[in-house]
């Protein structure tokens, strides 16, 4: 009753000050000076004076600054152009578009898989027309990680090979594969990559991320390593760890001349117990119609070798095994070491659903009870309007039976679930992010710029630009504030608008970007909307010039 009363005071007050006559005075300046008086005793005399209502009070005053500042912020994104995203925002593959990533491997590691791919990168002509994708200057592998299997963080490019990459004898490294063990009461972590076509390299790590070091100095497989002289392509490796903690690496690849059906050159050795030496010969494992892309998972105790077929499958191999040419076929042995019979077609060429067929690469792989494969297809540069080999990374879900058959897998572009929930109250990396449009991802320190690789930030903003994170739970309570840690080191200034479901959802707040400086600094945003639940996050960006390394919601 008593907030009811103020309210019909401070509309009489108004009415008065509006209203000469109301108040009796004859001049302007003598109604003001009557006016002024009527206000001061008003408030004196008549306004509440408890700490619920000055708290309201305070509150109410706030969000109408609040509200008028972001008015103004508002303006800015009116009619905003947003930046060309390269895959609808209900979309989970490619998992990222930010770059290119082929030949993808997964590697489980606690709570999180991480993903290595080959980084393909734009070749140019002289007149800087973008070419054929050879595959000859390729000496990156592109890191991603998640933990949800929709939102993946972005940990850079390892230099692997080349003059002044982790091994300077190699010049390329492709289809690359991870694994990990513990060695010495820690845990070790191993990349094998191809160096070309010409022997496989090794690189240790203490992290997932590296920085990855060479401690060989030369390639761990190569023509002069027994029984490997008459491999065409020595490349493509995989690496199973087993129960037992032995470790396996195959390998192996092309088909010689009059060979289309029995080529003969793939490879399966056992590696040393420190993971970077090998343990007798490698021995060939009997594969029909092999063309290249080893793999190997174990379900029970059952061993799975997959591979890509050869483009020469012929009517009379199709009915003898029952797949055609360029699919990923299934073969089952007892031993890790073989040998392997043919089980099944689990993945068709992506050309026959996405367009633009090219060779077929994969790794099988479970987490957190779900079954995955990962493979590339050429669909971000199909909607990028450029169609010259360069490839991207998709993973599916898949049902394993009792029995090991897995049949062939749908392959889509929103085809998985996620896992769990972002929490939106705890440090969020940046660069973990479901889609975006138009930003790079950037080396947040010294170590990542010289590693290239690990703690990387949000960069290359511009206006329009944004990027999606799905699946942030706010629970029952609406946080107040937004932070990010934001550095500008050519002193960019800029706006980020905050929305929710959406880049037409609903607006949270705004960020300014001002006087930033070359370190991160801690910015902070108002909330001017309630929001609890599951909702989708999505940053839009307004200026340029700076990074973003993280982010951090917070309640009352």
């Avoid at 030369?218 to 690496?239: K, M, Q, S, Y």
């Avoid at 009997?286 to 029970?300: C, M, N, Q, R």
Wanted: proline residues 4%; negative net charge; charged residues 20%.
């Amino acid at each position: 009753m008593q907030k009811k009363r103020w309210e019909l005071l401070c509309f009489l007050n108004v009415v008065c000050l509006l209203c000469p006559c109301a108040c009796g005075g004859n001049s302007a300046d003598g109604n003001r000076s009557e006016q002024s008086k009527i206000q001061e005793s008003f408030q004196e005399t008549q306004q509440p004076n408890t700490p619920e209502f000055n708290q309201e009070m305070e509150e109410s005053e706030n969000m109408g600054q609040k509200e008028q500042q972001n008015n103004g912020y508002e303006a800015l994104f009116e009619g905003l152009q947003l930046t060309k995203g390269y895959k609808a925002l209900n979309q989970t593959n490619p998992l990222m578009t930010q770059r290119f990533g082929a030949d993808p491997y997964a590697m489980v590691y606690g709570d999180r898989v991480y993903f290595y791919m080959t980084a393909d990168a734009f070749e140019y002509d002289a007149d800087g027309n973008i070419v054929e994708n050879t595959y000859g200057k390729i000496h990156n592998i592109n890191v991603i990680s998640t933990t949800d299997m929709i939102n993946f963080t972005d940990h850079g490019s390892i230099n692997a090979a080349s003059s002044t990459g982790a091994a300077t004898w190699a010049r390329n490294s492709w289809a690359p594969a991870a694994a990990w063990k513990e060695i010495d009461g820690k845990p070790r972590f191993f990349l094998y990559f191809a160096d070309a076509g010409g022997g496989i390299g090794v690189l240790t790590a203490d992290s997932p991320t590296g920085p990855f070091t060479d401690p060989l100095g030369h390639g761990l497989i190569t023509r002069e390593t027994p029984n490997c002289r008459d491999v065409l392509w020595l490349f493509d490796p995989a690496v199973l760890v087993d129960d037992d903690g032995k470790a396996y690496l195959y390998f192996g690849g092309g088909v010689p001349e009059g060979r289309v059906s029995d080529p003969g050159t793939a490879r399966v050795v056992q590696l040393g117990d420190d993971m970077i030496s090998i343990v007798g010969e490698p021995v060939r494992i009997d594969v029909p119609y092999l063309f290249e892309d080893s793999g190997i998972h174990k379900a029970g105790d059952k061993y799975y070798y997959t591979y890509c077929s050869n483009w020469q499958v012929d009517e009379e191999g199709t009915a003898t095994y029952g797949f055609h040419s360029a699919e990923i076929v299934s073969m089952e042995s007892d031993s890790p070491m073989g040998p392997f019979t043919v089980k099944e077609t689990i993945l068709e060429n992506p050309g026959k659903y996405f367009g633009l067929y090219g060779n077929n690469h994969h790794c099988v792989f479970s987490f957190q009870g779900n079954w995955y494969i990962t493979y590339h297809t050429r669909l971000l540069e199909k909607t990028m309007g450029i169609e010259h080999g360069y490839r991207c990374t998709h993973v599916d879900s898949f049902t394993m039976g009792e029995d090991g058959t897995i049949g062939k897998i749908r392959q889509t572009q929103s085809g998985r679930e996620q896992l769990s929930y972002v929490n939106p109250y705890e440090v969020n990396r940046a660069v973990n992010m479901a889609s975006m449009a138009g930003i790079e991802c950037v080396a947040r320190d010294a170590d990542s710029e010289k590693y290239g690789v690990g703690n990387m930030a949000l960069g290359a903003i511009d206006t329009g630009d944004y990027v999606v994170v799905k699946g942030v739970d706010f629970s029952e309570e609406s946080p107040v504030q937004w932070h990010a840690m934001i550095r500008s080191p050519k002193g960019g200034t800029g706006v980020i608008q905050l929305r929710v479901d959406g880049t037409n959802g609903e607006i949270l707040g705004y960020l300014p970007v001002e006087e930033t400086t070359a370190e991160f600094s801690e910015y902070t945003a108002e909330l001017t909307q309630t929001v609890t639940g599951v909702h989708d996050l999505c940053l839009i960006f307004y200026g340029e010039g700076y990074e973003i390394e993280s982010w951090q919601f917070t309640k009352q």
